[in-house]
């Protein structure tokens, strides 16, 4: 077969693509521990909320017009909790999360910018346990912050004896999640979260490379657990990015190595005063495992995380079931 008959030949499988997949909690974790950080004045630390690290990867970047819908199982589990420094807080620290999101995206045949009009609603039930060495514990489930997003996917084009398919997405979460602000950890965000992405996927015959690249903005939350006895806090900003690369080992059946990384690049701040030294920063690498074709997928990914600062440090397993359902005629160019 030649290079040209295979592009043709994956795309014609890839027609109905991954499409439009963003956060998979939304999760605003808020630690009840608290550390000096001016004289006269203790802070309580805020934490980002919980993003899209590593819940995309193999050839995120293919889509085309109709519709997907998705199930994104997944666990977290955290053993300790690093400082600006990297180093381990002390004491018997522990968090796990176990997730789930359902995930309904639509790409139309309504061209802008030479990309098809896409959208996709979001929305995740979780469960979360929080055992702090100071004693603090707290065990919260319900429903996250839905998220919201629209954007356009561009059509797969031949680049050398490859094919390049890109997208971008403006995705927004709504403060709708489970939130008490009598409780120190809670699902629901209590603030709004912008969160916009670029994906792009570059493949040639067996051997594909993706990424997909966020960046993070988060309003304020101005009724925060009131065991802080503070007026208000607002998380940083942040860039995180996905990146995978993924070889056909046989038809259907792909197996390659996935990462992730994030690095907050503005202070929190609570009562409108920034908090030194609360740059969060990860990075996540493990392998995984794609099956599937034409219009069903299934995906394992995990990760082991290194680099931690100022958040929990863990070990990340996700499970993908996409299935999608492409228009039956032709899109015009």
Not at 71 to 76: D, I, L, R, V
Not at 196 to 212: D, I, M, Q, V
Request: with cysteine; hydrophobic share 40%; glycine share 10%.
């Amino acid at each position: 077969m030649t290079d040209r008959e295979q592009i043709e030949e994956n795309l014609g499988r890839r027609t109905a693509g991954v499409a439009v997949v963003a956060q998979t909690v939304a999760l605003l974790m808020t630690v009840a521990f608290w550390e000096s950080a001016a004289p006269c004045l203790s802070f309580a630390q805020v934490q980002l909320p919980v993003v899209n690290l590593g819940q995309t990867n193999f050839e995120d970047g293919f889509a085309a017009p109709g519709w997907l819908i998705e199930e994104f199982p997944e666990t977290y589990a955290a053993g300790e909790l690093r400082d600006s420094h990297g180093n381990t807080v002390p004491g018997r620290n522990h968090l796990t999360t176990y997730s789930t999101t359902t995930h309904v995206a639509y790409i139309s045949k309504k061209r802008v910018l030479g990309g098809w009009l896409a959208g996709e609603v979001l929305l995740p039930l979780v469960d979360v346990d929080v055992q702090l060495a100071n004693g603090t514990s707290s065990e919260v489930r319900g429903f996250a912050d839905l998220i919201v997003g629209t954007g356009l996917q561009w059509a797969p084009k031949k680049i050398g004896s490859g094919v390049f398919v890109h997208r971008f997405v403006f995705d927004v979460d709504a403060p709708t999640g489970t939130y008490n602000d009598s409780r120190p950890v809670n699902i629901g965000n209590h603030f709004v979260v912008v969160n916009p992405y670029y994906a792009l996927t570059y493949e040639r015959k067996k051997l594909e490379f993706s990424a997909r690249l966020h960046y993070l903005w988060n309003s304020t939350n101005k009724d925060p657990y009131v065991g802080f006895g503070i007026r208000n806090m607002q998380p940083g900003q942040a860039f995180h990015a996905n990146y995978a690369t993924s070889y056909e080992v046989r038809k259907n059946v792909r197996l390659g190595f996935n990462g992730y990384w994030l690095q907050q690049v503005t202070d929190h701040r609570i009562n409108g005063i920034a908090v030194p030294n609360s740059l969060e920063r990860t990075i996540g690498l493990g392998p995984g495992l794609q099956l599937g074709g034409r219009d069903t997928w299934f995906r394992l990914n995990s990760y082991m995380e290194t680099d931690v600062r100022n958040r929990p440090s863990g070990i990340a397993v996700t499970f993908r079931i996409s299935k999608a359902l492409p228009s039956m005629t032709r899109s015009g160019n």
